[in-house]
């Protein structure tokens, strides 16, 4: 069970949280149909819904090797070379999202500081910050894990 969370977790964190923000969209749709009135708060958490799905989905993509890459140069590079730059790649890439991470981090102790609260539901705002800079951390995880296992096939095919 650990071994499939481990691999699977953000998707099974994008599917809880898809599925929460259709069921609240669709409420949203029939309470303000019916009564013409709307769930206030029903913004505010599709809002905050759709920045984790972003986040978790990216760490999908990372982990499939689905990212956005132009490897046009690299193609045209010797072996040695083009390993060498898609490595490169990868470590400014982990780099970029390690900084993404701290920064995420900063603002959410920032906002825990300030004890500022959410506009619709009044709970505290680093609420929903809360798994951003993890997400970004686990975003860099499974863009290793996915650079690992290229090298790992590009060996095994030339060896």
């Known amino acids: 069970m650990l071994a499939f969370l481990s691999r699977e977790a953000e998707r099974l964190i994008c599917a809880v949280l898809f599925l929460g923000m259709t069921l609240l969209g669709f409420a949203n749709v029939v309470v303000r149909y019916a009564t013409n ?3 206030a708060s029903s913004e505010e958490l599709l809002t905050n819904g759709f920045l984790l799905l972003t986040v978790f ?3 999908i993509a990372a982990r499939q090797g689905q990212h956005l890459a132009v490897t046009a140069v690299v193609t045209m590079l010797p072996r040695g070379l083009a390993r060498a730059v ?3 790649s990868v470590l400014l ?5 390690l900084a993404s991470s701290w920064l995420a981090w900063q603002s959410l102790t920032t906002l825990y500081d300030n004890g500022l609260t959410s ?7 680093w609420y929903y910050q809360a798994a951003v800079p993890f997400a970004f951390l686990l975003i860099a995880w499974r863009f290793v894990q996915h650079t690992v296992e290229e090298f790992r096939l590009a060996g095994s095919d030339h060896a």
């Open 93 to 97: 890439s982990v780099g970029l999202l």
């Open 119 to 125: 506009y619709a539901l009044g709970i505290p705002a």
């Open 37 to 39: 009135y709307s769930l």
């Open 86 to 88: 898609v490595l490169l």
């Open 57 to 59: 989905g990216a760490a």
